[in-house]
């Protein structure tokens, strides 16, 4: 296999939100040329042809065409739904061989699983990315089957690097990775939903609420990442004793805010467990 992304060919099995945000990152940074990427779903039509028209990646519309695409590929990215996995990997085992890299982006499937269920002797890269990759700031987790060759993970590596950060973590620990980072930024959205409804309703127009909740959370981020401050730190540097942070941290802490994200992430970690034990559930994983 090539070591670089660039002269390989990659399929995406799921043209989803996941897929699309990974391969336009991957194109835009022009890490991959569109015409080395195919993109294959299930059924919508126009789905495809929107990503061909708006990115220029490989599409087909038939199933002989959609397996060629698999077949011919260097590396194949797993991104359907967890829902969906037994009835896909069904039909693309037959056209999956053992030269292929697959990187899988399925929340809560291990490894073992999917050697088992695509019945595979193949390189299996597990992931999780998050939606954040469409532009270039992912935070992607990634774990490697005993196969893969140290050049393979480069390029994994290389892949999800393109899109924002990396870090390789034992298979098990995906599961919290996915309930900080890969569920992370639907709680980071839901608070400024929160923050933006609160400026409208004490009077600040829609426009106005939405620029000044979006600017305070790029700069809070920012500030950690710049100044590389404990966040508890700065914190404190906002919080004047018997302020108005001060009484606001207070409302939060009565409504058990700390406790409530700690909790949400171990419920999406333990989700995520659920989910991959759903799938199959009767399988024995090599
Ligand atoms: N969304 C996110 O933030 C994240 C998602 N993930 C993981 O990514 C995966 C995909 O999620 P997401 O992108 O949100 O899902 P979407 O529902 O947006 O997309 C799923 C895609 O899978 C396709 N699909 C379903 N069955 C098949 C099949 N048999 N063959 C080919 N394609 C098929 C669907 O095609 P069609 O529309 O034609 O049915 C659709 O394009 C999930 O496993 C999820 O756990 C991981 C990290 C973050
Ligand atoms: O909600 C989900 O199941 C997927 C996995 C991580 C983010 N979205």
Same mark, same amino acid.
């Given at each position: 296999?090539?070591?670089?992304?660039?002269?390989?060919?990659?399929?995406?099995?799921?043209?989803?939100?996941? *897929?699309?945000? %990974?391969?336009?990152? /991957?194109?835009? !940074?022009?890490? +991959?040329? @569109?015409?080395? %990427?195919? $993109?294959?779903?299930?059924?919508?039509?126009?789905?495809?042809?929107?990503?061909? *028209?708006?990115?220029?990646?490989?599409?087909?519309?038939?199933?002989?065409?959609? !397996? #060629?695409?698999?077949?011919?590929?260097?590396?194949? $990215?797993?991104?359907?739904?967890?829902?969906?996995?037994?009835?896909?990997?069904?039909?693309?085992?037959?056209?999956?061989?053992?030269?292929?890299?697959?990187?899988?982006?399925?929340?809560? /499937?291990?490894?073992?699983?999917?050697?088992?269920?695509?019945?595979?002797?193949? @390189?299996?890269?597990?992931?999780? @990315?998050?939606?954040?990759?469409?532009?270039?700031?992912? #935070?992607?987790?990634?774990?490697?089957? *005993?196969?893969?060759? +140290?050049?393979?993970?480069?390029?994994?590596?290389?892949?999800?690097?393109?899109?924002?950060?990396?870090?390789?973590?034992?298979?098990? /620990?995906?599961? %919290?990775?996915?309930?900080?980072?890969?569920?992370?930024? *639907?709680?980071?959205?839901?608070?400024?939903?929160?923050?933006?409804?609160?400026?409208?309703?004490?009077?600040?127009?829609?426009?106005?609420?939405?620029?000044?909740?979006?600017?305070?959370?790029?700069?809070?981020?920012?500030?950690?990442?710049?100044?590389?401050?404990?966040?508890?730190?700065?914190?404190?540097?906002?919080?004047? @004793? !018997?302020?108005?942070?001060?009484?606001?941290?207070?409302?939060?802490?009565?409504?058990?805010?700390?406790?409530? %994200?700690?909790?949400?992430?171990?419920?999406?970690?333990?989700? #995520?467990?659920?989910?991959?034990?759903?799938?199959?559930?009767?399988? !024995?994983?090599?």
């Amino acid at each position: 296999m090539s070591t670089t992304l660039q002269e390989l060919r990659i399929a995406f099995v799921g043209a989803g939100s996941m *897929a699309e945000a %990974i391969f336009r990152g /991957l194109i835009e !940074n022009k890490v +991959a040329d @569109p015409d080395r %990427i195919a $993109v294959i779903n299930r059924s919508d039509r126009d789905k495809l042809e929107r990503l061909q *028209a708006r990115y220029g990646v490989q599409v087909s519309f038939d199933t002989e065409g959609k !397996n #060629a695409l698999i077949a011919a590929a260097d590396i194949v $990215v797993l991104a359907m739904k967890p829902k969906d996995v037994e009835s896909s990997f069904a039909e693309l085992k037959q056209h999956l061989s053992s030269r292929q890299l697959l990187v899988s982006v399925i929340a809560g /499937l291990s490894i073992g699983k999917i050697t088992a269920l695509l019945e595979t002797d193949a @390189p299996i890269v597990r992931t999780m @990315p998050n939606t954040s990759s469409t532009i270039g700031l992912g #935070a992607t987790g990634l774990s490697f089957s *005993a196969g893969v060759s +140290a050049e393979q993970r480069g390029l994994a590596l290389q892949m999800f690097e393109s899109v924002g950060i990396a870090t390789v973590v034992d298979e098990p /620990l995906l599961d %919290i990775v996915t309930g900080v980072s890969g569920s992370g930024p *639907a709680y980071v959205y839901y608070f400024m939903e929160a923050m933006t409804k609160a400026a409208v309703e004490g009077g600040l127009a829609e426009q106005e609420a939405r620029r000044l909740t979006v600017q305070t959370v790029l700069g809070a981020a920012r500030m950690v990442e710049l100044t590389q401050e404990d966040p508890a730190e700065l914190r404190r540097k906002v919080t004047s @004793p !018997n302020g108005t942070t001060q009484a606001a941290l207070q409302t939060l802490d009565n409504h058990q805010f700390c406790e409530g %994200i700690v909790r949400a992430v171990f419920r999406a970690a333990e989700r #995520a467990k659920e989910m991959g034990e759903a799938i199959a559930p009767g399988v !024995n994983q090599r």
